[in-house]
C-alpha cells in the first residue's frame, strides 16, 4: 500500500504562484508520480507526470512553461511549483501513483494511489 497526503493549496491571485507538494509513505516510493486535478462539474484532467526511473517528464499542454513537477527521494515527496497562475487553473489537485510499472501514464485508470486532494483556488 502507498499513502499519498497533499499539502500546499490556497488562494492565489492570477499571475502569482504556489507550489504543492505530496508526502508519500508506505511500500517503496514508486518511480512515477503524477498530478492530476478537478474543477467543480468537470472530469478529473490530468496535469503531470514525473518517471524518475527513466528521467522524463510530461505535462498536458495548457499547463507547459508554467508548471513544473519536481521530486525530492530523500523526502519521498513530488511537488508541483505552479507559476503564471490563471482562473482556469482552480481545481482540487490531486497526487497519485500507479499501482504496477508503466512509463508515462496520463490516465487517471493507471493509477491505484490517490491523495485526498488539496484546493487551489485562483483569483481575477
Known amino acids: 500500500q502507498v499513502q499519498l497526503a497533499e499539502s500546499g493549496g490556497g488562494l492565489v491571485q492570477a499571475g502569482g504562484s504556489l507550489r504543492i507538494s505530496c508526502a508519500a509513505s508506505?511500500?517503496?516510493?514508486?518511480?512515477?508520480m503524477g498530478w492530476f486535478r478537478q474543477a467543480p462539474g468537470k472530469e478529473r484532467e490530468f496535469v503531470a507526470v514525473i518517471n524518475w526511473g527513466v528521467g522524463r517528464i510530461d505535462y498536458v499542454d495548457s499547463v507547459k512553461g508554467r508548471f513544473t513537477i519536481s521530486r525530492d527521494n530523500a523526502k519521498n515527496t513530488v511537488y508541483l511549483q505552479m507559476n503564471s497562475l490563471k482562473p482556469e487553473d482552480t481545481a482540487v489537485y490531486y497526487c497519485?501513483?500507479?499501482?504496477?510499472?508503466?512509463?508515462?501514464?496520463?490516465?487517471?485508470?493507471?493509477?491505484?494511489?490517490w491523495g485526498q486532494g488539496t484546493q487551489v483556488t485562483v483569483s481575477s
Open positions: 497519485a501513483a500507479p499501482g504496477k510499472l508503466s512509463y508515462l501514464p496520463s490516465s487517471a485508470i493507471e493509477y491505484e494511489y
Open positions: 508506505g511500500r517503496t516510493f514508486s518511480s512515477v
